[in-house]
């Protein structure tokens, strides 16, 4: 599904490798969910790994998305509730560096319109240099726009549009949707023994490179221990590093690999090794 924003971290190549470890009700066919089953992802991010496991998830189960950055969880709350107006701020803008460096500065700062927000995360994303939004040194093409890549080279409205539409389509299936801006430290001890969450945290080393909202040493300590002490079935995907391996010594590891084309060259850059950890109870015997 082509994604809304471009965001660092992005588990759109890895969606099928994840989607082998879920429980048989969230990877659909035949397969029923349980009574009160929900899908839980409390780093939400661009939705490229819920949005493609929820097209094939039955629409009976309950859904909490959630994202910490309130920009993000603007974007997905005007996906579901307000899309006329967030699809008419797509058809309306027209990118430049200098607005690359207006919405960078007040990224955080609410509008007082979600529809807004939502927006301003979504084109300061398109026009930042790999997609670090606010942790971009810049936008594509620098201060002088010079070379062949400038701020608008990514911003297709027409594109934007249909994802934005075909989003709020897999989205609104669920009549039990829920949509938050809340911290994972307050999520975990709220999900029901039949939920499925699946996380994808800052990475554990460069993650104060990457996103505005990191998290720190300790709360990375924090969300291991509150997914060792619930009830619920958990996915989650990390960068793989000792620390990480030290902090969840008592889960399942799966390594998964990641390859990227360079699209000038098609040569293949090397190979990002990234961990599935899940509990050991839901490795197959």
Avoid at 74 to 89: G, N, P
Wanted: glycine residues 8%; charged residues 20%; contains cysteine.
């Amino acid at each position: 599904m082509p994604s809304i924003i471009r965001y660092p971290g992005s588990k759109a190549k890895l969606v099928g490798a994840i989607r082998q470890s879920l429980p048989g009700w969230m990877v659909g066919g035949l397969w029923v969910p349980p009574p009160g089953a929900v899908y839980v992802e409390p780093f939400f991010g661009s939705g490229a790994f819920g949005l493609e496991v929820l097209e094939h998830v039955d629409p009976s189960i309950g859904v909490w998305i959630n994202d910490l950055d309130p920009g993000m969880f603007a974007l997905w709350q005007s996906v579901v509730h307000h899309t006329k107006e967030l699809v008419r701020l797509v058809r309306r803008f027209e990118p430049t560096a200098d607005e690359f460096f207006r919405l960078k500065e007040s990224d955080g700062i609410s509008t007082g319109s979600i529809p807004r927000d939502g927006f301003n995360k979504v084109a300061m994303h398109r026009m930042s240099v790999s997609g670090f939004g606010s942790m971009a040194g810049g936008p594509i093409g620098g201060k002088s726009q010079s070379g062949d890549y400038t701020v608008g080279c990514r911003w297709t409205p027409a594109s934007v549009e249909q994802a934005i539409y075909n989003a709020k389509e897999t989205l609104s299936r669920f009549r039990n949707l829920r949509i938050t801006n809340l911290h994972v430290r307050d999520i975990i001890p709220q999900c029901p023994d039949s939920s499925l969450v699946y996380l994808d945290p800052p990475y554990y080393v460069k993650g104060g490179q990457l996103y505005a909202h990191n998290m720190h040493p300790d709360e990375h300590a924090e969300l291991a221990s509150l997914l060792r002490s619930t009830s619920a079935d958990w996915r989650l995907s990390y960068d793989d590093c000792q620390e990480i391996r030290d902090l969840y010594s008592w889960a399942a590891f799966k390594e998964l690999e990641i390859r990227y084309t360079n699209a000038v060259t098609t040569k293949r850059r090397p190979k990002n090794m990234e961990l599935l950890i899940l509990p050991e109870c839901a490795v197959p015997a």
